[in-house]
């Protein structure tokens, strides 16, 4: 994990939820703790690691995540045992 992904972990924890968190920095944190990328139809993105799977709608057309996005990535970081 770089000092962006560790960035991104920083502001996935932050209360509160942040508005302008892009969407393609929680994937990349996610990608680099491991979590193998599953696409969906559509929007739909599923991430798995250690038999934990977290489904997501990657938010369009705006590139920031929502608000109910960043904190179903922090329940999904806290379930794999990721905290900053």
């Not at 990349?28 to 739909?44: D, H, P, T, W, Y």
Request: charged share 25%; glycine share 8%; hydrophobic share 40%.
């Amino acid at each position: 994990m770089n000092t962006t992904h560790r960035r991104t972990l920083i502001a996935i924890f932050m209360d509160p939820v942040s508005k302008s968190l892009e969407w393609r920095r929680i994937e990349a944190l996610l990608v680099a703790i491991g979590c193998q990328v599953i696409e969906g139809n559509g929007s739909r993105v599923r991430f798995e690691k250690d038999g934990i799977i977290g489904t997501f709608h990657r938010p369009h057309p705006v590139k920031e995540a929502k608000p109910y996005q960043v904190r179903d990535a922090r329940q999904f970081l806290e379930n794999l045992g990721v905290k900053p």
